[in-house]
């Protein structure tokens, strides 16, 4: 039987309660689109446990690891922004299947590698489908699914599974990794990509911007190396601090490069990132909520791996079961975040779910050498996660309201980059106190206050940086 693939506008007219009633094509759609965000999600994190047994078979040194995770964050970050653009151009199916593609290939490499090199090869390639599939995958939920119930509903269940996958990944890759093997969580990402790629192209429909101005080259050029210098930089210094003569050159080239774009943008007749779009409260403020949402929850999750384990002893499997909590009480948010944001609005909703964050995050100051520390650990990350996913859903949906659907790529594409950087950010900068500190769970203390002031200062600056813009989310 072949599937209907004529697009249905869902709206809440659907029900009498406004709740979306989704059609079997609808669902389809976001089963294949929600799939691939999943399995980039789970590909941040499947990998962690098993570095060491990887650098073992490989024989790449301790330094050496961070590149594992390095070279995927690097084009996955870096090359957001340019993929958003040319699937709003060039076809966003066409992009999103091209980096389906290229993910599963890379996969497969990064599963068979034989040498360090091979493997980083893989892992390089994996980042850069993921840079296409996430902003592609991203504007075609937001062109099929229009403002309203029906798009709170598809972000709320995108936003979930993207936090989930974090989460599954952590203790999956643990489980994996003793039972079969490190290859396991790459072979994971292949069969993941199988599943998913025949699906897509009979249900995905093609969607583009209907006129094709010519690509900004040199935005796209300085904005790409931009962020992968200060993504390079960024992840260095997660392991090595920031005095590195490498790492102090690739912040300012970063931080030099992303001012040369803005000042590219001002003057380029087709710019990659519309500055008045840029100007939008929403969007500004949108994504300043979403990069303190996405940094800060990173951070505690680091910081707490750390305090349970080497503060509390728990094992790693004990470790992945307090995470896996964390996991189910955020597929549970995701369930509600439609509901909250349809009863309160999507910038209430974000304003709200930064102030519970940082409030539950506070709590965890409570934290000491007892076991029964573990308890409010778990109860406190729990709740504040389910305060994150709020955040995650609210803010995507802020950015991207009222947006044209030929921009919604570089909404997207802004939305994307803003999660990617948030991810990158968060451990180095805050993270490092702990590591560094002569006596860890003090050193834990400092960054869960820092922590909790930021996301809580957030909280106040975006509720007043949206209230004075009024806008009707």
């Not at 406004?18 to 941040?44: E, I």
């Not at 920031?242 to 790492?247: L, M, T």
């Not at 975040?337 to 519970?356: D, N, P």
């Not at 007892?370 to 859903?393: D, K, Q, R, Y």
Request: aromatic share 6%.
């Amino acid at each position: 039987m072949a599937i209907d693939t004529t697009t249905r506008p869902t709206t809440p007219a659907d029900t009498p309660l406004g709740t979306p009633r989704l059609s079997t094509r609808d669902k389809l759609v976001l089963f294949v689109l929600c799939a691939a965000q999943f399995m980039v999600a789970l590909d941040f994190s499947v990998l962690n446990v098993a570095l060491p047994e990887l650098g073992s078979d490989l024989g790449m040194s301790r330094s050496a690891l961070q590149w594992a995770v390095t070279a995927f964050a690097l084009p996955s970050g870096g090359f957001l922004l340019l993929f958003g653009r040319i699937g709003d151009l060039y076809g966003r199916r066409r992009l999103f299947l091209a980096g389906l593609a290229l993910f599963g290939a890379a996969s497969l490499l990064a599963t068979l590698a034989w040498d360090p090199a091979s493997f980083l090869a893989g892992r390089a390639l994996q980042g850069l489908g993921a840079a296409a599939i996430v902003p592609a995958g991203m504007s075609l939920l937001t062109t099929t699914f229009p403002e309203g119930p029906a798009r709170d509903r598809a972000l709320g269940i995108s936003g979930t599974l993207l936090s989930l996958g974090f989460t599954v990944g952590m203790v999956a890759g643990g489980v994996l990794t003793d039972a079969f093997g490190w290859r396991s969580t790459m072979a994971l990402l292949s069969v993941f990509a199988l599943i998913v790629l025949p699906l897509a192209p009979g249900l995905l429909p093609e969607s583009r911007t209907p006129d094709r101005p010519r690509l900004d080259v040199p935005g796209a050029v300085t904005v790409t190396t931009g962020l992968l210098s200060l993504i390079y930089a960024l992840s260095t210094a997660a392991d090595h601090g920031f005095g590195r003569a490498d790492v102090i050159t690739a912040l300012a080239a970063g931080l030099l490069l992303l001012t040369a774009f803005t000042v590219v943008e001002s003057r380029s007749a087709a710019p990659l990132v519309s500055l008045p779009m840029l100007r939008r409260r929403t969007v500004a403020w949108g994504n300043v909520g979403g990069l303190v949402t996405f940094s800060m929850m990173s951070t505690v999750v680091f910081v707490l791996t750390l305090y349970f384990q080497e503060v509390l002893r728990l094992s790693a499997f004990e470790t992945g079961l307090v995470f896996g909590v964390q996991g189910v009480m955020s597929a549970v948010a995701g369930g509600l975040a439609a509901k909250v944001i349809g009863r309160f609005g999507a910038r209430r909703t974000l304003v709200g779910s930064l102030a519970g964050q940082g409030a539950l995050i506070a709590t965890l100051l409570l934290l000491n050498a007892h076991t029964w520390s573990v308890w409010l650990a778990t109860a406190a990350v729990s709740l504040a996660s389910m305060c994150h996913l709020g955040a995650i859903v609210s803010y995507g949906l802020t950015v991207t309201s009222g947006v044209p659907d030929e921009e919604q790529g570089l909404a997207t594409g802004l939305v994307t980059s803003t999660q990617q950087v948030g991810i990158t950010v968060g451990i180095p900068v805050l993270g490092v106190l702990a590591t560094t500190s002569g006596d860890l769970l003090a050193g834990v203390h400092t960054v869960l206050a820092l922590d909790a002031a930021v996301v809580l200062a957030a909280a106040a600056l975006v509720g007043l940086g949206l209230r004075r813009g009024r806008p009707r989310i």
